[in-house]
C-alpha cells in the first residue's frame, strides 16, 4: 500500500518535469552500467528558486521520517550544496529542534596546508550522521559516504536522497536501499519514487516512453 503523494512531492515532481531535470528520452547509460529510459539529474536545480524548493523538500521529507541525527554530512561533490541547502531549511521549516544540527562535508583531495585532513564543517565524533546524496540507484555512492562517516568516529544514522530509483541493489533481489537498511540497520528516506514517478507521468508521457518505463520497472524493481 502506497502512501497519497504529498504537496510537496508534487511540486518537486513538477519542477523537475518541467525544468528537465527528469527527462524521459533515454536509454541513458547508468553509474551502474543499467541503461534506463529515464534520468533524474539533480545538477539542473541550478537556480535560486529551484535550490530553494529543493532544500524545502529534503527539510520536509527528513522532518517526515523521524530519522534522529546530530551531523547533515554532504558527499563530495554533489552531495555538498544539497546538504548545505537542506541545513538551511531545516533552521527554517523544522524549528527550535534543528536549530543546532551540523553540516559537514568532505574534500576529494587532502589538503595539506592550514588546518589540513578532508572534512570541513561539524565534527562527527560521536555524532549519529545522517547522510544526504542526490539519487540512489544500486547504493554504491552511500556505502562510500558510510566510510568516511565510521573513519570520522560518527556514527551512520540514515540517508535522505531526492529519487530512490527502488532498484536492485549490488547483491541480488533486495533494493539497494532495502540493503542499507538491512546492513546499517538505519532509515532511507525518499522525497520520491521510481513509482511516483511513474504515477505522476503516466498520462503525461507518449505511450511509447510510458511503455519502456514500465518494462525498466519490471526488469530492475527490486521488494522490499
Ligand atoms: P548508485 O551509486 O548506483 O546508487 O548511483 C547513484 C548515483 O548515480 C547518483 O549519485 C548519481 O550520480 C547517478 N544517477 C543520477 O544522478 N540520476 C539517475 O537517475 C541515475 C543515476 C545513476 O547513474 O544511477
Sequence with gaps: SKM???????????????????KFSGPYTLKSGRQSPYFFNCGLFNTASLLSALGSAYA?????????????FGPAYKGIPLA??????????????????????????????????NLVGASMEG???????????????IREAVEIIKAAGGTFS???????????????????????????????????????????????LEPAQAKEMQEYRKAWKAEG
Design 4 to 22: 497519497p503523494l504529498q504537496d510537496y512531492q508534487r511540486s518537486l515532481l513538477d519542477l523537475a518535469v518541467n525544468n528537465s531535470i527528469l
Design 60 to 72: 520536509r521529507a527528513i522532518v517526515d521520517s523521524g530519522i534522529q541525527f546530530d551531523v547533515l
Design 84 to 117: 548545505a541547502i537542506t541545513a538551511a531549511k531545516l533552521a527554517d521549516v523544522g524549528g527550535g529542534k534543528y536549530a543546532d544540527i551540523g553540516y559537514a562535508f568532505n574534500r576529494k583531495e587532502a589538503k595539506t596546508h592550514g588546518e589540513g585532513g
Design 127 to 141: 555524532k549519529r550522521v545522517l547522510v544526504i546524496d542526490d539519487v540512489i540507484t544500486a547504493g554504491t555512492a
Design 158 to 204: 540514515g540517508v535522505c536522497v531526492v529519487l530512490d530509483r527502488q532498484e536492485k541493489g549490488a547483491s541480488g533481489d533486495l533494493s539497494a536501499i532495502g540493503e542499507v537498511r538491512k546492513e546499517f540497520g538505519v532509515k532511507v528516506s525518499a522525497i520520491i519514487t521510481l513509482d511516483d514517478i511513474v504515477e505522476f507521468t503516466q498520462d503525461a
